[in-house]
């Protein structure tokens, strides 16, 4: 089955710099990479998200960049915010299996305690 | 905003006892999963549904734990008897799914209930 492997579990930063988590998955039939924030005590919240028909997506500060030929892909924070400060999971799945069925199954990494000092 | 909805939030029980979970996925979902959250590891699945259907129940330890989405609406995790290695954020989530692959990329997104944390004293 799929296996994916978060780095680093912790991280600090100062207000303003930039974050960088990395991801690398086992199963070349993976396709769908989400990333998920949960702040304590709350729900996980899809932050963004990349198909595997596309190299880079960017969302305001969040940007998400996916190399399929090294099965790795990375979340990069710039400007950050002590409100970006929380644990973040990247996750794997096949979207679309034989046949064209949805599987959807999330794999997660282990997350990355994020901290953003003032 | 729609949300997926879950009870109780909080379960603390005794070893043996029997507990149950309920979730309310967003109305029009037909991918309803259950994942287990340990504290400072990622959700892992136990159990997914599309519509009535269970379709991978490969990670749920079947001698203790069961679901069911009976009329493929809101569902419900039981354990029994609860273990202390049971202990964890029991977490619901529902996604728009869908048959085809047209519609597939689009209803893949999963979005997560608060959760039911559970203490086995």
């Known amino acids: 089955g799929e296996n994916v492997e978060q780095h680093p579990s912790t991280l600090s930063v100062q207000e303003g710099d930039s974050a960088v988590i990395k991801c690398t998955y086992s199963?070349?039939?993976?396709?769908?990479f989400p990333w998920y924030k949960q702040e304590l005590g709350k729900r996980p919240q899809l932050i963004i998200d990349?198909?595997?028909?596309?190299g880079e997506k960017k969302d305001q500060r969040i940007a998400v960049t996916l190399n399929k030929t090294a099965k790795h892909f990375s979340l990069h924070i710039t400007e950050t915010q002590p409100e970006d400060s929380a644990v973040y999971f990247c996750a794997a799945s096949i979207a679309v299996g034989a046949g064209g069925t949805s599987y959807g199954k999330l794999t997660f990494g282990q997350g990355t305690i994020l901290t953003v000092h003032p | 905003e729609a949300e997926v909805a879950q009870s109780p939030r909080y379960k603390i029980t005794e070893k043996s006892q029997a507990v149950a979970f309920w979730c309310d996925p967003i109305?029009?979902?037909?991918?309803l999963y259950w994942y287990r959250q340990i504290l400072g590891q990622g959700p892992e699945l136990l159990v997914q549904f599309q519509d009535e259907s269970v379709v991978d129940d490969s990670q749920l330890p079947k001698d203790r734990f069961s679901a069911e989405r009976l009329k493929g609406v809101d569902s419900t995790l039981k354990i029994q008897p609860a273990e202390l290695g049971d202990s964890a954020m029991y977490l619901c989530a529902s996604s728009f799914g869908g048959g085809t692959s047209g519609s597939l990329l689009g209803g893949i997104i999963q979005y997560f209930g608060a959760g039911t944390r559970l203490s086995v004293l």
């Open positions: 109305s029009g979902h037909a991918t």
């Open positions: 199963d070349s039939a993976s396709n769908y």
């Open positions: 990349i198909r595997s028909n596309v």
